[in-house]
């Protein structure tokens, strides 16, 4: 059968009976996935000085060390503030996933951190990698039928991922599709394109490979080294093979009457009471954070229904329990850039790990602000307000509370764990923003609650960060 043999070419072209190991090495751009500006930007784009990624076919075994640059300025959008060079080593054995704390000079090893959560997409990632997809596709029984002047070839890996590509006439594996569950956007297609093929010293590698996810670049390499067969195994660290997920837990404190600031975990989220319902100010990063956050906000203001859940802005990292906030039956008030993405996340497939609204499939109600808006039950006001001049989204609703004169905000300014710690300098601009829209729109700010760190802060705190020191 044609189609088969398409496939047998490329295991000669690409030499895989006899690679066990593979290194390739490259610079390029990673990217922020789920940081864009708005909804419909692409991922923000890191510079990547040095990307090197070594395979283990027999064993099922990848790391992946790269270090990124930033300068002082960060690159419109999201993703974590850092200033300098970023070393990170990635790696996934079998089943497991961790990261390896970099080598620092005259300094012990430091621990593997366990990932569980990035397993799946590592492990697919080795397997998307030319001689990986072949070798895959051998071992699992694939299909493959003539398209394009090439073959398309399918199968599942670990019996239920699915994984698609296409080789060339030539035996090249020009694409290769896999799905990988995410929370907000469910089977994420995630497509890694392969070009410019060339001979590294005796391995046919191509020269540049580009992955999207969720339809925009993650990952722009230009591939300068190949080295078959180096020594490399990834024993799974004892720590790592013993790890139990960190339990979530919600902790609770009381800012007004009424009004709760929702913590004990990376992403915080508010709780106000209303008349006759709750509004909940952000349900981030999970389901099963989600469901705490809500549960939460349930007992600290007994038998009144969440009605409304804010969304703060769109950034996957603060929207992860979005979808268990729709099947709460709560109406979505977010800024008008996000409808449609939001109308999107409420239907997009959700097969590889159904969650809750996979099943109830409820429809979703949303409720859009502009430059301002308000949700009020006739004695409470709650304003909200867009955040104006601010690179790292073009969404953000601060939350203010005109009585209690709080303000709660995500990202803009984390107060520092030691009081008087500068912020790095790609930092510095998203306090500043924060202070002149303060400034701007005339809030009478008692109490700023973060949506990350350990404390509470307040507006003279926040224009020594930003270095507006002597203002009032
Ligand atoms: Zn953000």
Known sequence: MASRAGLQTAATTLGVANIKTLQFAGSGRNFSVGQNYTPADPWPAVPVKNYTAIANFDTGAMRVELTREMGPVMPRGGGAPFFGEQRAIQVVGGNYAWNVPPPAPNAPAGNAAPQPGAQLERMLALWSTPQGF?????????TTRAARGGTEVSFMVGGKYKMTGTLNAQGQVEKVQTWIDHPIVGDMLVETTYGGYKD?????????????????????????????????????????????PAPVQVASQKLADGVFYLTGGSHHSLAIEMRDHIVVVDTPQTEERALAVLAKAKELIPNKPIRFVVTSHHHWDHLGGIRTAMDEGATIVTHQSNKAFLERVAKTPHTIAPDRLAASKKAVKIQTVGDKGQLTDGTRTIELYRLAGYEHTGDMLVVYLPMEKILAEPDAFSAPAQVGTPLIPPAVPYAKALYDNIQRLKLDVKTIAPFHGNRLTDVAELARAAGVGSAN
């Open 134 to 142: 072949v070798k895959a596709a051998m071992a699992n029984n694939a």
């Open 200 to 244: 590294f010293g005796g391995v046919m590698f191509p020269s540049r490979i580009l992955q999207t996810q969720d339809g925009y670049p993650s990952l722009d390499l230009t591939v300068s080294a190949v080295t078959a067969n180096p020594a490399f195994d990834a024993p799974v660290p004892d720590n790592v093979r013993s790890a139990k």
